[in-house]
């Protein structure tokens, strides 16, 4: 049983993971600083450069509405720095790839099936094709 957990935690996939929560962690804690330290203060209200000390009280209850705006502040952050820096760059990338990779088979106008780019004939329903270029 201990060869089979030694194995199951020297996966590739596990390793991934763990390497991605790790710099995810990592991550997270460099934005919140970047908000806290940065960006609050950039578009802070007058005389409150920390929105976490911004509260309401009804009914002797404590609603702590400033730290919410600190931590949705924190998401769009994360947010708009994945879409930027990861999402787009990737799709640049796949995008730039898929056209670098050529198309060995199209689809007959016939029949549908998939046969050879350079083929004159179907080889399922023996149409006529026509070669595009």
Known sequence: ????????????????????????VAFGALVKSLVTNILTPIIAIPGKTDFSALTVEINGSKFLYGAFLNDAITFISVAAVVFFF???????????????EEATTRECSECLSEIPVAAHRCRACGSVQLITT
């Open 86 to 100: 990861v999402v787009k760059p990737m799709e640049a990338l796949m995008t730039r790839t898929k056209k670098e």
């Open 1 to 24: 049983m201990l060869k089979d957990f030694k194995k199951f935690l020297m996966q590739g996939n596990i390793v991934d993971l763990a390497v991605a929560v790790v710099i995810g």
